[in-house]
């Protein structure tokens, strides 16, 4: 009694998943893998916002560059004692000092200063563009499963449609006594499984449709529908070496600790410049408080570097560019590793998938009717048609899997050399 329950229960969802699947179907956006990424890089918000950083990293470059502002400063006096007046200086009486001064910096600081800005923009630059490499890695996976999901969706589809029919014309030849209750339940277990599996599929489904509307920012009642290339790609000759070189010029992880080591050279530099005084150079003009009546002055000041040297942000500067110089190398490792692994995984899937496969699925597909049309005429026995069922399902789901598995092996690679090695 339990079992039956469970089964209409599954049944019961399985039906509201596909008319909920159905009435989706009029906002489905058919779209390949080149349009998806031109619509990801137009309307990610992610990215967007992390331009915004680029552009306000380049903004204090141009800040670096600007000179120190003049200093003009004056001291007059408030109440004259003669005339009684407030700000009173006329007849020449009362005091008035003026003075006007300007900061030049010494030892080349704000071209140093420029360089560090510089290299800090870079740093956001590859941090855009490394935002971007794995944005676009997680839409080309995800665009790949649920492709796959799809596909698998078809297999269980076609299944379920099969078994559906079986158990409707067992049921009828059970009720007029000529099939056993045994091979009824065993036809409606299998039917069980199947709806089970598709509930599964349509559930694997859904999570990967939000991940992909958020990816693409598309509208939230639509219905994203992968289309990919199915067939074996051609056989691309990789050279290890020649992509680890490839890697290294692309990678935006791997420029982006290039630009932090030149940026924490360049702030050793700029910290020791700050080490030496800047010179201010000043005019001066003073009215009744001099030995002159109206004193003209030229004023030159720098401060005596006899206690801070700027010892301690030196040496922390030349730590910083021995972790940079590590991180850098340690980062290298990485790469070459990533690059090798990468490019075995894709040789292996490479072998799996091929043309023959195809040839296999066909004549798979065509065993597939032929064995049905025999179970109806009683050619084979039940067990033996249960049996094929369950090779088939498991058998056409695995290629579907080595499919989506080279796909993946493609967006590895890509990713690993940061750029297109192959088109998916």
């Not at 200086?89 to 071209?111: D, E, M, P």
């Not at 005019?283 to 002159?292: I, L, R, T, V």
């Not at 850098?328 to 690059?339: I, T």
Request: proline fraction near 2%; charged fraction near 20%.
């Amino acid at each position: 009694m339990f079992k039956i329950k469970t089964l209409l229960f599954l049944c019961v969802v399985f039906l509201c998943c596909n008319e909920n699947r159905a009435s989706a179907q009029t906002d489905t956006l058919k779209i390949n893998f080149q349009d998806a990424e031109k619509q990801f890089l137009e309307n990610n918000l992610s990215l967007l916002a992390q331009k915004y950083n680029v552009e306000a990293s380049k903004a204090l470059i141009q800040q670096a560059k600007l000179w120190d502002n003049p200093v003009l400063s004056t001291d007059q006096n408030i109440w004259d004692g003669g005339s009684k007046k407030f700000f009173y200086h006329g007849n020449n009486s009362g005091q008035v000092f003026v003075q006007l001064s300007q900061v030049f910096a010494t030892a080349g600081k704000r071209g140093k200063q420029v360089k560090v800005a510089e290299d800090d923009a870079k740093v956001q630059e590859a941090a855009f563009a490394d935002l971007m490499r794995n944005l676009r890695y997680n839409l080309q996976l995800d665009f790949s499963q649920l492709a796959t999901l799809n596909a698998q969706e078809k297999v269980y589809q076609n299944e379920i449609s099969s078994a559906t029919n079986l158990v409707a014309a067992i049921q009828k030849s059970f009720d007029a006594g000529n099939t056993s209750m045994k091979d009824l339940i065993r036809l409606k277990a299998l039917l069980f499984g199947l709806q089970n599996d598709m509930v599964e599929n349509n559930r694997q489904v859904n999570d990967l449709q939000t991940e992909l509307k958020t990816l693409l920012q598309t509208k939230e009642t639509a219905f994203v529908y992968p289309l990919i290339n199915d067939k074996p790609v051609e056989n691309v000759t990789l050279d290890v070496a020649a992509l680890i070189e490839q890697a290294k010029t692309n990678r935006p992880d791997y420029l982006s600790n290039q630009y932090q080591l030149s940026s924490a050279t360049h702030n050793l530099a700029y910290q020791k410049a700050l080490a030496v005084p800047d010179v201010t150079i000043g005019a001066a003009y003073d009215q009744n408080s001099s030995y002159a009546r109206n004193y003209y002055g030229l004023q030159i000041g720098l401060p005596l570097p006899l206690f801070n040297r700027n010892q301690g942000n030196i040496k922390s500067a030349k730590y910083n560019i021995q972790s940079q110089e590590t991180t850098l190398k340690q980062n290298e490792l990485q790469l070459k590793n990533d690059v090798v692994a990468a490019v075995n995984q894709y040789k292996l899937n490479q072998q799996l998938f091929s043309t023959q496969q195809l040839e296999f699925n066909e004549q798979y597909d065509k065993l597939f009717s032929s064995m049905l049309k025999s179970f109806q005429q009683r050619q084979i026995s039940l067990i033996e048609f249960v049996d094929f069922f369950d090779t088939y399902k498991d058998t056409k789901l695995k290629i579907l899997q080595q499919q989506y598995n080279l796909q993946k092996a493609i967006a590895d690679l890509n990713f690993a050399t940061g750029t297109t090695i192959i088109k998916s």
